[in-house]
């Protein structure tokens, strides 16, 4: 879906970037001026300057009717700006199976159509070689590679800090990101919803781009990106005012988990369950008291399918995401035909919704009993509800599923990655315990509200498992001006696929860089690290908006486990998946000793 309105996009853009054909002198552009002006600006700025002087002169203005290209010498000082055609990747049409075997893993972004699928299908089914990952296409192409789609909409992959970096600060103040593919469709075509959630926000983009493209519409005019900036500032406040009241609560859910794990031990101190399914009720739980205000009690409910609204909506949720993740990775055979993984990603979507949906209604009822001063204006539900903006309860509800489907499944990632490191690196976790012991066993709600300031060690430990494993593995941007990498000219309009996963495990980037090693952060030089090698929240107007429930949930629960048990961890090494959200490749244990 997206790439077809890239691909649809892309005929504009070519007219708009109109230039007289290329001759063989020019595939290699002098530049004076920097690298990701447009062409007229190179042109202009390469007049000489005697004569820019006097451009009001009528007989100058004649002489120079239209900007030209001076010859010039090339110097080593001058920057080579390379043609678009030739940044290296493995070009689709020409080697088609090897684009095959990176679909596991690009699965949203290249949403090739049915073209590729058609093509694809024949080597998908007769070939069992295994799937590559990114890390590999960079080692064999260098920082920026191009993927070639033979349908238009080209993709470039790039893991450089300073290239993410210089693609995040040209975004604008609406930048655009390729989402799920599976959601939006679902949304828009099943659903016939007219905006996205949060995250998945871009069909106002969209639009726009493409009339931007159209030249109907300038870069900050009207409907820029309008929704998706309301929605935001309509949740901004709300959800933070939504943590900071129930910080109690999740103090006590997390309580609760620690309980939860003496009764699920075995004699082996481990659970006999995966660690990661019961950091997801968790989760759960404290998602359920930020969003909805409500004491969901996952943790309590053994029986997943029991009848209440709480129970289907987790397990909804979880097969939800099951489903995005399948229709997510691999062939998109889902956009051809219902595929088993698209019926159950609708069915449980649509569970989710109705769930959801019923949560909003009940709230906006009680408040038409009750006088706008009495309603409980902590709730993030009913703060969304009284807004100026009047939204509506169904925009309300596409808001909340896409805070519930990412925070639930982001936090449980990192609480599962951060109590693996923990446990497997004795050294990290004496030094934690020290600095937790300091911390009271009651704690205020003053300390929940600082705990980032009274805990250092564990703030980097939280930041070294983010490093280690970002729960979202790659972050994607379309361009909306063109822009040099490593010299190459990328035109506006191109998806830009930032493995910020491969970034921050880099040695180039951190040394020692696949070890756990918090200290790294406290240290005086922890500055000398490059801003945007680990940036497991995004950066800019589009950045994560729960990273301070994320650090708090983490916070919180690693000092109420932490003062309770030793960790250890005896097993194999675990990997983490990367699919749309990462988590552990196999069943998490670790062993929970209880301290003396
Ligand atoms: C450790 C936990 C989390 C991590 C690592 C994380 C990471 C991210 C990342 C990388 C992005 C995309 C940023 C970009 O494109 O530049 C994002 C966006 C977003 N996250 Fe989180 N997230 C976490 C938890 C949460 C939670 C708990 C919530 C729920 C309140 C949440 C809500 C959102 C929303 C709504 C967006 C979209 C923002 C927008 O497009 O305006 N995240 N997150």
Same mark, same amino acid.
């Given at each position: ?296 009690? +996952? $943790? ?9 609204? &709480? @129970?289907? !909506?987790?397990?909804? =949720?979880? #097969? ?82 896409? +805070? $519930? ?9 990192? &609480? @599962?990655? !951060?109590?693996?490191? =923990?446990? #497997? ?172």
């Amino acid at each position: 879906m997206f790439l077809n309105q890239v691909r649809n996009i892309q005929p504009y853009m070519r007219l708009a970037l109109a230039s007289p054909p290329k001759r063989w002198y020019e595939k290699t552009v002098l530049q004076t001026s920097k690298p990701q002006e447009n062409d007229l600006n190179i042109q202009q700025k390469a007049r000489p300057t005697s004569l820019r002087m006097d451009d009001k002169d009528p007989v100058i203005r004649e002489i120079y009717s239209a900007a030209r290209v001076m010859p010039m010498m090339l110097t080593n000082k001058e920057p080579i700006v390379l043609p678009f055609d030739d940044v290296p990747g493995p070009r689709v049409l020409k080697y088609i199976s090897s684009f095959r075997q990176y679909l596991s893993e690009m699965g949203t972004q290249l949403t090739v159509g049915a073209l590729t699928v058609a093509l694809n299908i024949g080597t998908y089914l007769n070939t069992k070689k295994p799937l590559k990952n990114l890390s590999t296409l960079f080692d064999e192409y260098g920082p920026v590679v191009r993927f070639v789609s033979p349908v238009g909409g080209d993709i470039v992959l790039i893991n450089h800090p300073e290239h993410i970096q210089k693609v995040y600060t040209m975004e604008g103040d609406c930048p655009v990101r390729s989402t799920l593919d599976s959601l939006e469709k679902y949304r828009s075509e099943h659903r016939n919803v007219i905006h996205g959630g949060l995250y998945t926000a871009r069909r106002n983009m969209m639009l726009h781009l493409h009339l931007l493209y159209n030249r109907l519409l300038e870069i900050d005019g009207f409907g820029h990106g309008e929704e998706w900036n309301r929605q935001r500032a309509v949740v901004l406040g709300p959800l933070h005012s939504s943590v900071t009241h129930h910080l109690m609560g999740i103090n006590d859910v997390c309580e609760h988990f620690t309980q939860k794990i003496y009764n699920l031990r075995t004699y082996q101190d481990d659970l006999a369950t995966d660690l990661y399914k019961e950091l997801h009720k968790w989760a759960f739980d404290c998602m359920g008291l930020v969003l909805f205000s409500k004491k969901f009690t +996952m $943790l309590d409910t053994e029986l997943v399918y029991s009848q209440c609204d &709480m @129970s289907w !909506l987790y397990h909804s =949720l979880d #097969k939800a995401t099951d489903a995005i993740v399948k229709c997510e990775s691999g062939l998109h055979l889902w956009k051809l035909f219902p595929t088993p993984a698209w019926t159950s990603l609708v069915k449980y979507c649509d569970s989710l919704d109705n769930l959801i949906g019923k949560h909003v209604l009940e709230a906006e009822q009680s408040m038409s009993f009750t006088s706008k001063e009495v309603s409980d204006k902590n709730s993030l539900i009913n703060a969304m509800l009284m807004s100026e903006e009047k939204m509506s309860p169904e925009d309300i509800s596409t808001i909340i599923m896409d +805070m $519930l489907l990412i925070g639930v499944n982001t936090i449980t990632s990192s &609480m @599962s990655f !951060l109590l693996y490191y =923990l446990a #497997k690196y004795q050294r990290a976790q004496k030094l934690l315990y020290k600095e937790i012991n300091n911390v009271t066993t009651n704690l205020s709600v003053n300390d929940m509200a600082k705990i980032a300031e009274i805990t250092p060690y564990l703030q980097a430990c939280i930041k070294e498992t983010l490093r280690l494993v970002p729960p979202i593995p790659v972050l994607t941007r379309i361009l909306p001006r063109n822009i040099t990498l490593d010299r190459y000219n990328i035109p506006r309009g191109t998806l830009i696929i930032m493995s910020t996963q491969d970034a921050s495990i880099k040695e180039g980037n951190y040394e020692d860089a696949s070890v756990f090693y918090p200290e790294r952060w406290l240290k005086d030089d922890a500055m000398e690290y490059h801003p945007f090698a680990s940036i497991p929240f995004g950066f800019g107007a589009r950045k994560c908006l729960g990273q301070n429930i994320a650090e708090t949930m983490l916070s919180l629960m690693t000092i109420r486990i932490l003062q309770r048990y030793k960790l250890e961890y005896l097993y194999g090494d675990v990997q983490s998946t990367r699919s749309f959200i990462s988590k552990p490749n196999k069943p998490l244990k670790v062993r929970f000793i209880d301290r003396v």
